[in-house]
DNA sequence: CTGCATCCACTTTGATACTG
DNA sequence: CAGTATCAAAGTGGATGCAG
């Protein structure tokens, strides 16, 4: 704690009345999003987080967790029966950071070049450019379920009826349409190398055809 | 530049190939998407900027000013003949900004309370609110501009064929609604009491009144 | 005045090691 | 598996200095 214009406020906030910098007061730290990030795709364990963050130090982690449980946006369960142990998952209100964190993430792919030899390619990754990319408006009264192939990196979305759910590995039930992206071995399997393979049409496809459009239309933008 | 996983990395990179984990490298830095919102109103010299920013170092800012030009998310002009001096605005790409920006204030307008003492109230606040609330399907075609006033503070919002301009002052064109709201003394004049006062009918209205109807469908949310 | 640069105390982070 | 402990390095906050 510390003065601040006569008033006592905690170092790390801002003292403005505003949505934005409250929303960084919250979730602002480093690697706090990216947590987030995580948990948006399914609740994790610690390790798992720290395995998803490569290079997170495990006392920031512990540090960020902390903060977030919190401050209401995670939920720290104790895991029943099969698996025990310790599962992070995140609040209703944590879940309401996804249109902020997909818009964000949006304008940072448009900064993004091509994979560096180092960085990591995710399903998460894929997971979320799926959501991000999904156009509301062009799915609406849609119900189809694709299945996204690229080497080992699956992925699923289901549209029933303009909603999105969407993750990692096969669809639940059969999927409408299966398309397997033809990705040269030099290239790392990503949502952006599925959808320029699709583009071209250097894909396999499995089930309804004619809805290999549908999904251009609405999951890729131009 | 320091090892990591057998790859040399800048210790602020994460090393990801996440549009997010891109995002937060490029704006992620403390104080960083503060420097951005205030930009998003108007181009400002560096003493705005640290008044706006209260609090905020002087080397701090220019440090994050340096690193949002290099990442050229943030323009150095040097303001010709009337007013002289340097000016810092954002260019194109830190425009992209705005989506993800009023995305992330939605969601932490939802985590603010009332305002406290010492909270700084500007009228940047308004303005952002006013583009945040915007609600687009529901403006679909429609042209009219709006004055808001609560004591000393007076923001614009002029609408053209569903297409939303907003800032800080009178509107450049006599408005069709002037919307004059009547907040409480121990109350700080900002966009939420305006709302609060124009629901209760505690306006006071200079123009097309029914626009008064359009402006609370338009420019707030339940 | 504006637009920074410098200095220094303090905090946070990163990397690694270690424990119940 | 789920953290804690430790310590060096980097970053931040606050004050002040100073040129144009």
Redesign the pocket.
Known sequence: M?A?YGEWVK??EFGQYCGIARALELVG???ALLVVRDLMIRPR???DLQEGLA??????L??RLKELEQSGIVE?QVAPAPQR???YALTPLGQELEPALLALGRWGSTQLGDPQPGDRVTPDGATLNLRANFRQEEAAGLTASFELHARDLVVHAVVTDGKLTSGIGPAPEPADLVITAEVPDDVPASYRAIVRAARLGQVELKGSKKLLDTFLRVFTRP
């Open positions: 510390q601040c170092r790390r730290e480093r690697w364990r610690y390790t290079g997170i130090p495990s006392n920031v512990s540090t720290r142990g310790v599962v």
